[in-house]
């Protein structure tokens, strides 16, 4: 058992969610804080350095990369360090782009602090910690595929949720005006709905976007 710290960067827009994070890890044995980043461009530069073990990554930055994208080009590396997302977002439109992307756990801002260092020594080890919303929500789409919507049919029916026409839609997602109609024909049979504006608030009633 190696007695080195676990090192971390925390990487969120916001300066106060980094000193709290900072103040509850910093308390804990065996775990160093290195760096902050301010922006996802900035935490893939950072995470690159060879001296962090774990990243703890928010989902939304300003402006730029998300932390999606970021967390890939992150762990497309060799050698690379976790990531650990810590997000207030749990709807299926913000966790599977991140765990795709090569997240290693993913967990929710309201969690203990407890559990926020448990994740983080969980992380380094390459294992798995899900909140238990995105875990309950991940095992339904295991158990139901039928009503889970694909990655695609979730970008579609949020940018349906943003006001977006279906040729803006496909412009946006560089599809074809059909190609966009026929997610959304999907889109409206598993979600049993027969309109734009129902499967939007089934959708988001059912945590599968967020508004």
Do not use: C, W
Not at 23 to 51: H, N, Q, S, Y
Not at 66 to 83: M, S
Request: no cysteine.
């Amino acid at each position: 058992m190696t007695d080195k710290p676990i090192r971390l960067l925390l990487a969120d827009d916001h300066p106060i969610v980094r000193a709290g994070l900072r103040a509850v890890l910093e308390t804990e044995p065996g775990i160093t804080v290195v760096a902050e980043a301010a922006t996802a461009e900035e935490a893939v530069t950072r995470a690159g350095r060879g001296d962090i073990d774990v990243v703890l990554m928010d989902l939304q930055f300003g402006k730029g990369m998300n932390g999606a994208q970021a967390t890939a080009a992150i762990t497309a590396r060799p050698g690379a360090p976790r990531v650990l997302i810590v997000t207030t977002y749990d709807t299926d439109a913000d966790t599977l782009p991140a765990i795709e992307a090569g997240a290693t756990g993913y967990l929710l801002k309201d969690a203990p602090p407890e559990d926020l260092a448990a994740a983080v020594r969980t992380a380094a080890t390459g294992r798995t910690t899900l909140a238990p919303a995105v875990a309950d929500r991940l095992m339904s789409r295991l158990r139901d595929p039928r009503t889970a919507l694909t990655r695609r049919e979730t970008e579609v029916l949020t940018l349906v949720a943003d006001g977006l026409s279906n040729q803006a839609i496909g412009s946006r997602l560089h599809l074809t005006e059909g190609t966009v109609k026929s997610h959304l024909a999907r889109i409206y049979t598993k979600l049993g709905v027969e309109s734009r504006t129902s499967a939007v608030a089934t959708a988001t009633q059912l945590g599968l976007i967020r508004r």
